[in-house]
Nanobody
Framework: VQLQASGGGLVQAGGSLRLSCAAS????????MGWFRQAPGKEREFVAA????????YYADSVKGRFTISRDNTRNTVYLQMNSLKPEDTAVYYC?????????????????WGQGTLVTVSS
């Protein structure tokens, strides 16, 4: 599956952005999807994940209550709605996919990755 993330940009603290990730090449509903991010000088970290059906989601503690992951299987797209953004949310955000598995969404191995989209939150 090929993944293409978009929607990044510059936003002030307290603002909102919505990231999108369009998938192609395989049956989108066969995949659980995740968002990850990597800040300058830091390791990549998990942000959120959603099951193939959208019935199950999981969030990192740092974004819980502020970010919402969703998907539209008719559009082969997964979204990350980011509200109440903070400067520490500044990072390159990546979407990723794994073939649907039973069990928890995270931690897990996500095999397919898109290019990143940069989110910059100014204070």
């Amino acid at each position: 599956v090929q993944l293409q993330a978009s929607g990044g940009g510059l936003v002030q603290a307290g603002g909102s952005l919505r990231l999108s990730c369009a998938a192609s090449g395989r049956t989108f509903s066969n995949y659980d999807m995740g968002w990850f991010r990597q800040a300058p000088g830091k390791e990549r970290e998990f942000v959120a994940a959603i099951s193939w059906s959208g019935d199950s989601t999981y969030y990192a503690d740092s974004v819980k209550g502020r970010f919402t992951i969703s998907r539209d299987n008719t559009r082969n797209t997964v979204y990350l709605q980011m509200n109440s953004l903070k400067p520490e949310d500044t990072a390159v955000y990546y979407c990723a996919a794994r073939r649907t598995l039973t069990g928890r969404l995270w931690p897990s191995v996500y095999n397919y990755w898109g290019q990143g989209t940069l989110v910059t939150v100014s204070s």
